[in-house]
């Protein structure tokens, strides 16, 4: 989990692609859902919190990825690139 985390630190940081940064911040609450679940397997057996809270972390993925991708797309149509350095249209 601690890989996965920070392989998609370093996605977040390095890249200048919004796709590539949008992967990275996938690969983030990825890791979160390991620890989720591996903490829940070290608790109690009946109470099924972490992976509760790991279906909450889909959900969430799933709705940020859907607003992400409209704004990549919106910024292709509008600058013609998806290179993050580019967006300086979009500030105020």
């Known amino acids: 989990s601690s890989l996965l985390f920070s392989l998609g630190i370093y996605a977040v940081i390095s890249r200048q692609n919004a796709v590539a940064i949008l992967m990275g911040i996938e690969l983030i609450l990825n890791s979160a ?5 591996a903490f829940n397997r070290f608790g109690n ?9 790991s279906i ?3 959900v969430l993925a799933a709705a940020e990825a859907a607003v992400a991708l409209a704004i990549i797309i919106n910024l292709f149509k509008n600058i ?13």
């Open 80 to 92: 013609g690139s998806v290179n993050v350095d580019n967006a300086q249209e979009l500030k105020g």
């Open 45 to 53: 057996f009946a109470v099924l919190d972490g992976h509760v809270f």
């Open 33 to 37: 859902n390991i620890n989720f679940i």
């Open 56 to 58: 909450f972390v889909v």
